[in-house]
């Protein structure tokens, strides 16, 4: 058995901290003794871990200015300070602070192997959480591995950091469960007659949402009868301007934010068409759940999208990712029905590719192998 470490900076309502409460709770347990560590013990993902699953953090909530307090100190200073037992395997789930830690461990015998969810656009985003592009060089060359969760990440990523040792794995879902809860009653009445749109994510700037409302409301002036429901909590600032604006263009009754659900999956599977609209993803786990229970995607080409919906829209419609070819491409949709029948179906089937059992088998095998991982 391996004794293996997962370290995230938090267990929030991040799409990497779900995928990683995902994973520890479906990997073999008689394969793997784990344990998940956080450096702050925040986030509401935390009441899933399983019960079997160890759990410490460094610090009981965060602090002003913390990752510049932890810059003070070296990658391996801060690893004996937080990592006080050996493990066969260490895990950075998050770039930034956590790869920084794990990268400081001395022990010759333990496996490092770090996750990379977001898309590097700038050099110091690829350096995020570290003191300079040099260090982070240095600290990613000491994984054995480094996993990125899309090809498009990956190819960012190692413009500015270039490592040999690299994977591409698919986000863990939890897709029997997904699909259980999809089935559940929602406590909002769905119109039948419109064309429902939902969105998922976290109500900030970098997932477009006042685009999507821009979009919503151009529809609706020209005569599509539609409702866009936005799943999730998040800068309440910005969250008032996006409904200030709706409200502006009288269109307040046919625009909703639902907040944060221990559930989204019932919502999602209720609505005719998932919409992302974000500036940049990673790999995007609410467009992935949306496929898991057969609702249609339709998103603008940010990292993952064309992995996960094709190169040439087999399973999903991919835009441009600006305003105008957005509302093209949903317009598009809600001219054509047959359409949208269409990728309802494949959305089930590429759904499926996403199994838990496919996505855990291929992690648990590359852990068991970093020995050999291709360089």
């Not at 406590?187 to 007659?193: F, G, L, P, S």
């Not at 919502?267 to 992935?288: M, R």
């Not at 094709?310 to 990712?321: A, L, Q, S, W």
């Not at 949208?340 to 496919?358: I, M, N, V």
Request: aromatic share 10%; charged share 25%.
């Amino acid at each position: 058995m391996k004794k293996i470490l997962f370290l995230i900076r938090d267990l929030g309502h991040g799409g990497a901290e779900k995928v990683l409460v995902n994973l520890v709770n479906h990997l073999d347990k008689t394969k793997f003794d784990i344990t998940v560590m956080t450096l702050f013990d925040e986030g509401i993902n935390k009441q899933y871990l399983s019960p079997d699953i160890r759990y410490k953090t460094c610090f009981k909530k965060s602090f002003p200015a913390n990752s510049h307090i932890l810059k003070l100190f070296t990658p391996s200073q801060l690893h004996k300070k937080f990592i006080k037992e050996t493990y066969d395997i260490e895990v950075a789930y998050l770039e930034g602070p956590a790869s920084r830690v794990i990268s400081g461990c001395e022990n010759k015998t333990t496996k490092l192997a770090a996750w990379i969810h977001s898309t590097a656009n700038t050099e110091i985003d690829a350096f995020i959480g570290f003191r300079s592009l040099q260090e982070a060089i240095e600290c990613y060359h000491k994984f054995n591995t480094v996993v990125f969760v899309s090809k498009s990440v990956k190819t960012a990523f190692l413009n500015y950091i270039p490592i040999k040792n690299s994977k591409v794995l698919f986000n863990i879902n939890d897709s029997h469960n997904i699909k259980k809860l999809s089935e559940e009653h929602i406590d909002i009445a769905i119109n039948k007659y419109e064309i429902n749109i939902i969105s998922v994510g976290r109500i900030i700037d970098i997932k477009g949402f006042k685009r999507l409302a821009k979009i919503h409301c151009k529809l609706r002036k020209e005569g599509y009868f539609l409702h866009t429901y936005i799943l999730g909590e998040g800068d309440n600032r910005h969250k008032q301007q996006i409904a200030d604006y709706v409200s502006n263009e009288g269109e307040s009754s046919t625009f909703t934010f639902l907040g944060y659900k221990k559930n989204p999956y019932k919502y999602v599977a209720k609505c005719d068409l998932f919409v992302c609209s974000s500036y940049s993803e990673g790999f995007s786990t609410a467009a992935t759940e949306a496929l898991i229970v057969g609702t249609p995607v339709c998103t603008v080409d940010v990292s993952g999208m064309r992995e996960m919906l094709g190169e040439n829209n087999e399973y999903g419609i991919v835009t441009e990712n600006n305003e105008q070819a957005l509302y093209e491409g949903i317009k598009d949709l809600l001219d054509n029905p047959e359409k949208l029948a269409y990728y309802k179906r494949q959305a089930e089937k590429r759904g499926k590719d996403f199994s838990t059992e496919k996505t855990v088998q291929t992690v648990e095998n590359l852990l068991l192998n970093l020995d050999g991982v291709n360089l």
